[in-house]
């Protein structure tokens, strides 16, 4: 039976009542709706889904919302939101126990309907408003769980989009219903640069031209409540390029560097206060009257702008202790966004300098074909210093190079170009392997700031048909051919170089026409917790192919050789002779 029928006899007794309820499965539900309508107390209904489906006049008039605020939504889309866990329990069957005080000070008791021994619903009845010191008590309590839930929730990676959407979604339902993050081009909120973020809150509250143009930013973050999402029309998603309008809430929050607050906005207000055309539409349509702005700040810079709206219905707007609280978590995610914004920076930096000091290494002779690749560990780990060289040495030999600084980062990188300059000075002095390993050592070990590295050096000599190695501390390399198993060679280890310690051997093997060389650093195949042994006899059991492409021996080892999730630079780099020679 549908309990609308009691809200229509209400509202001819001349009452104000809730929504239609909606078919209600229970026994008496007209008698259940004269009940509630005409009740004293604050009483209103959830289904089974948690959502608000009925609320009388005394509900209302109790807690001062409207009943757009309420009805038909869930209940994690408004007030009661943190009453869930209470909400939950009742609905497995605990006691309700005495009325609780919601987030937002009222006292309700929640109580579950059964009929035939099947839960129909939940019944809330609110008893009365909080006293004054119990409302500040609970307000208190709100703005401990959101600082707690923002420690632990925001800021849990060095990336600025996922910081960015873990600051939105835990605003929204707890303080609004749509959340907007974006951030300002890096550099651009700098103090003391004339730009925004540099007018320290004296900018002025009039219309156009009091305001600088508001620069471009970028929507990292978008979050809303459920139910509006079918209403944000072409409102512009993340990753999109916007710019406020001049007398937009947004504008007026980068221009003064404080939070805005506008309440209860006339359709004409929200026009001005709306960040652009598409916005307003959007804000139109999601029925939103109220806006705050806070600015992004940390460390004397300004990052960026969150902006929240709540729908019409929620008669007070945002309030001071709101202000306070929103405030409190944009100061905390500031932090978290400006340090995966200066990690993405010096990312990008350290990356772009590896990439240049690897793309141009020397060229082999012609009789000798080689492919080399480097794969950076991504996000996870700071650019490390793995490197690889190609010299050119008289009478139709090649030097290939393969070396790993010690450590990541600017410096690793930079350290790998002395590595390389030196090696290639080295290179024309027509010294053996282990030579030029004992120059490097003796070169490094002189500057006290240079990072010690591994390095092997593979001398190939297709006229003689040889191979000459050496080592300082690194991996032994692997000779791949046709028809015979991998083999990697035993090469005398010597000390890393820049130890100052010398001792370096070297090695000398048949080269083969058909056979392949390869060399890499320890990110090819280490894995975290197990035995280098257990990774080398892995790489040497594959069977990896020694005729075919270079470039296809390097994918295979890539594929069938490297650990799943790379934790660590690779590089690796492959050689063979070819059938002619070049004197």
Not at 30 to 48: I, K, S
Not at 137 to 164: K, P
Not at 499 to 517: F, N
């Amino acid at each position: 039976m549908d309990i609308g029928d009691g809200h229509s006899r209400s509202k001819r007794r001349g009452g104000r009542s809730g929504a239609p309820l909606g078919t209600v499965a229970a026994v008496g539900a007209e008698v259940l709706a004269d009940v509630l309508a005409q009740a004293p107390v604050g009483m209103a209904l959830l289904d089974v889904d948690l959502r608000w489906v009925y609320a009388n006049e005394a509900f209302f008039r109790t807690t001062g919302l409207e009943p757009a605020r309420i009805l038909s939504r869930p209940v994690a889309a408004t007030p009661f939101a943190a009453d869930l866990p209470t909400i939950h329990r009742v609905l497995a069957g605990s006691e309700a126990g005495p009325p609780a005080a919601t987030a937002t000070g009222w006292h309700v008791r929640y109580r579950r309907l059964e009929s035939d021994g099947r839960v129909t619903g939940i019944i809330a009845s609110v008893s009365g408003s909080a006293t004054r010191q119990q409302r500040h008590l609970d307000q208190a309590r709100r703005r401990l769980a959101l600082q707690r839930a923002a420690a632990e929730r925001i800021g849990t990676t060095l990336d600025v989009d996922i910081t960015c959407v873990e600051l939105a979604e835990l605003t929204v339902p707890a303080m609004a219903d749509l959340a907007i993050v974006e951030v300002l081009p890096y550099g651009i909120g700098d103090r003391g640069q004339g730009g925004y973020g540099s007018q320290g809150g004296h900018g002025g509250h009039g219309g156009h031209g009091l305001h600088p143009e508001a620069p471009r930013m970028r929507r990292a973050a978008l979050a809303c409540a459920p139910d509006l999402r079918r209403r944000l029309g072409a409102l512009a998603m993340p990753g999109a390029s916007v710019r406020p309008g001049a007398d937009s809430t947004v504008a007026r929050c980068l221009a003064e560097g404080r939070l805005t607050v506008t309440n209860l906005l006339s359709d004409a207000e929200l026009a001005d206060r709306a960040q652009s055309e598409d916005t307003l539409a959007a804000y139109r349509l999601a029925d939103i009257d109220s806006l705050l702005a806070v600015p992004l700040s940390a460390r004397g810079r300004l990052v960026g702008v969150l902006t929240l709206a709540r729908a019409r219905g929620t008669a007070e707007g945002f309030t001071e202790d709101d202000a306070v609280l929103v405030q409190d978590l944009a100061d905390r995610a500031a932090v978290s966004i400006e340090n995966a914004r200066q990690y993405a920076e010096s990312q990008s930096v350290t990356l772009e300098l590896q990439r240049a000091l690897l793309v141009e290494p020397g060229r082999p002779h012609s009789n000798l074909e080689v492919a080399a690749r480097y794969l950076p560990s991504g996000n996870r780990a700071l650019v490390g210093g793995d490197w690889y060289e190609i010299v050119r040495l008289p009478f139709g030999r090649t030097l290939l190079v393969m070396g790993d600084v010690m450590g990541h980062g600017v410096e690793a990188a930079v350290d790998m170009s002395i590595y390389r300059s030196v090696i290639r000075d080295a290179g024309g002095m027509d010294l053996p392997p282990h030579g030029i390993l004992r120059h490097l050592d003796t070169v490094i070990s002189q500057d006290e700031t240079a990072r010690p590295a591994t390095c092997l050096l593979a001398v190939a000599d297709p006229n003689r048909r040889r191979w000459t190695f050496a080592s300082a501390g690194h991996l032994p390399p692997a000779l791949f051919a046709a028809g015979r198993p991998t083999e990697l060679v035993t090469v005398p280890t010597g000390p890393p170089l820049g130890t100052g310690l010398g001792g370096y051997e070297q090695v000398i093997v048949d080269l083969h026409p058909e056979q392949a060389l390869l060399i890499y650093t320890d990110g090819l195949v280490e894995r975290r917790g197990e035995d280098i042994d257990v990774s080398l006899a892995r790489l040497a059991s594959l069977p990896l192919p020694g005729s075919g492409g270079l470039e296809d021996l390097l994918d295979d080892a890539l594929r069938l050789v490297a650990p799943p999730a790379v934790e660590d630079d690779i590089a690796l780099l492959a050689a063979r002779a070819t059938p002619r020679d070049d004197l």
